[in-house]
């Protein structure tokens, strides 16, 4: 199994999950260049630069069998790239609140830009407290539960929003697909969706009904676009399932993936 973060995010998201999978499978769970603790690449941030880091750390790896994709929020639109990218490489997909199936996105652009204030000389310390705050609600809006929202994850997600890339990495990625202007492109969706479609890989959709970023309406056009899908809707859960339904989801991705036949 190979896990894909979201947009902003890092591995640290999937780590409960893999946890939890690693006891069957083989699990490796990546940052995508820019993001995390990883320094970016070269090339423009965007989807195909990011599914070329995933294939890159298999080739890494020497792992070459078709590995079971699972992506979440923007991971689910890279996962999908590379599945239809390079077919042979992936066995399944499993999609978690997945980027691609609509326009709306809620991101999280005014803790980036206090952020980026809270550095400046002279003025940054009024805007620590800001920055601070808006990060805080930010990780509490990913979840049903606020709860979940662990001063260890707030951490580790300022310790992310401080590496030197991200903020290259951030904005460059929201602009490749046509945020947050206009909100997601149509073309790139229509262009993927067609693409995973004819690849026809077994797909897993599950998505949480209160999600706040990606809203419960992209699982439902999810379900209808992908023929033959199985999917699942969490009750009372966010944008991260993962995390806030890690036993559920870790049971049905695991009986989802040992049911698909690989080549």
Do not use: C
């Not at 070459?64 to 599945?83: C, E, F, K, Y």
């Not at 809270?118 to 800001?130: K, Q």
């Amino acid at each position: 199994m190979v896990l894909v973060h979201g947009i902003g995010r890092s591995l640290e998201d999937w780590q409960d999950a893999q946890d939890r999978l690693a006891t069957t499978f083989r699990v490796v769970n990546v940052d995508l260049p820019g993001f995390g603790l990883t320094p970016k690449l070269r090339a423009k941030p965007g989807l195909p630069t990011f599914a070329r880091a995933v294939v890159g750390v298999l080739d890494a790896l020497g792992e070459h069998r078709p590995v079971h994709l699972m992506g979440n929020s923007l991971g689910g639109a890279v996962a999908m790239t590379v599945a239809t990218t390079w077919p042979d490489r992936v066995a399944s997909l499993v999609l978690v609140n997945s980027a691609g199936f609509g326009r709306e996105a809620n991101l999280p652009l005014r803790p980036m830009l206090y952020g980026v204030l809270s550095v400046l000389p002279v003025v940054g310390a009024r805007f620590r407290p800001l920055a601070k705050e808006a990060g805080l609600r930010l990780n509490q809006a990913l979840f049903a539960d606020p709860a979940f929202a662990t001063d260890e994850r707030v951490r580790h997600a300022a310790k992310v929003g401080r590496q030197p890339d991200f903020r290259a990495t951030f904005v460059g990625t929201l602009l490749s697909l046509g945020l947050p202007v206009v909100g997601s492109r149509a073309g790139w969706r229509r262009a993927l969706l067609a693409a995973v479609v004819s690849a026809g890989k077994p797909a897993l959709v599950v998505w949480g009904d209160r999600d706040t970023v990606l809203p419960v309406k992209h699982f439902h056009a999810a379900v209808a676009a992908l023929p033959g899908v199985r999917s699942h809707l969490f009750p009372d859960t966010g944008h991260m399932p993962q995390i806030e339904r890690v036993e559920e989801f870790t049971a049905l991705a695991a009986d989802f993936v040992t049911g698909v036949a690989v080549p």
